[in-house]
């Protein structure tokens, strides 16, 4: 089954402590993207990979690090988490640029207190 | 980056009526997508729009690529309970960056 799998679905942790979210689709797509949504803010994108080794910032950059070693994989790593960056996170892929026929996961809520 | 304005934010309607939103922006998109997110979940693509004055149909569903390129409409004839969920207008951007609207909270009521 085409499937994006995000782990962990649910997290809570505290100010500062470094958390990596996973993200792993089947399809063999080449773009992979990462998305923070908020009450009244839709989705906002924070980064995205066109290819393996290849990343850029999307809207949101700010706090977030993204590697992408193989086409699979795409991790969002929060080096030092804040409050402010509470949010439901969604991982996409699609097999071309953008958002075009993007299939996503099923999102993970993260909580920073 | 690039907004897309989406209308109206929400909307509370009875099962069996018609339903409209849009999606409208200030730059050309050569592509619209909608998708629809229900509770829990992410979003699921919903129709795809290439070309300017493109009509699609999926189901219940209508969506119209605008001729200006600069707007988008997604109809949902004869609602039913399921129907419930945030629907979000999509498009690319520049290569690789993606902008989403806002959303329209769509709620069915028996």
């Known amino acids: 089954e085409a499937q994006v799998t995000q782990n962990p679905r649910y997290l809570i942790t505290v100010t500062g402590k470094k958390l990596t979210v996973t993200c792993s689709q089947n399809?063999?797509?080449?773009?992979m993207s990462w998305y923070r949504q908020d009450p009244g803010l839709g989705l906002r994108q924070i980064y995205y990979s066109m290819n393996v080794e290849v990343t850029d910032k999307g809207d949101v950059p700010e706090g977030y690090k993204v590697s992408r070693k193989e086409k699979r994989n795409f991790p969002l790593i929060l080096e030092s988490p804040s409050p402010n960056q509470t949010s439901l996170y969604f991982c996409a892929s699609s097999l071309s640029s953008g958002p075009a026929e993007a299939f996503f996961g099923q999102g993970t809520r993260l909580t920073v207190v | 980056g690039q907004q897309l304005n989406q209308s109206p934010q929400s909307m509370f309607i009875q099962e069996g009526e018609d339903v409209s939103m849009n999606c409208t922006s200030s730059?050309?998109?050569?592509?619209w997508l909608w998708y629809k997110q229900e509770p829990g979940e992410g979003p699921v693509l919903l129709i795809a729009?290439?070309?300017?004055?493109e009509l699609t149909s999926n189901g219940r569903l209508t969506a119209q690529f605008g001729i200006t390129r600069k707007d988008s409409f997604l109809n949902i004839s004869a609602s039913i309970p399921s129907d419930v969920g945030i629907y979000f207008c999509a498009g690319p951007a520049n290569a690789g960056k993606s902008t989403f609207g806002d959303g329209t909270t769509l709620t069915v009521k028996p």
């Open positions: 729009l290439y070309k300017a004055g």
């Open positions: 399809m063999n797509h080449e773009y």
């Open positions: 730059s050309i998109f050569n592509t």
